[in-house]
């Protein structure tokens, strides 16, 4: 049962991979690739339940946040053009020009 659930989430993370590469827009390409994150947080867990090793499961928790925090990250840099605070640099100068 489990191995076939294995080979399900392998097929899904092609489909995921097949939509990263052919997505029509920034946002499809990286919702897929979110997707495909969390069906390898997935197959990990999946893997470890099959060979009986539990400490899969704190690697798969980890893998999950660091999708979580690469996720937000490419998305911050997309919208803003930077990940640092020259952004909130930027808004403070055009705040201050504004109010001239």
């Known amino acids: 049962m489990f191995a076939a659930t294995a080979i399900a989430l392998l097929v899904a993370m092609v489909l995921a991979l097949v939509r990263l590469y052919a997505g029509p827009s920034l946002y499809d390409r990286v919702l897929a690739a979110n997707s495909f994150g969390t069906k390898t947080v997935l197959l ?4 470890g339940f099959l060979t009986g090793r539990p400490d899969f499961l704190d690697i798969a928790l ?7 925090i690469g996720t937000i990250a490419v998305l911050k840099f997309f919208r803003y053009r930077s990940l640092g605070d020259a ?6 100068s055009r705040n201050k020009e504004a109010s001239q």
């Open 62 to 68: 980890l893998y999950a946040l660091l999708n979580f």
């Open 44 to 47: 990990i867990a999946v893997m």
């Open 87 to 92: 952004v909130e640099e930027k808004a403070a």
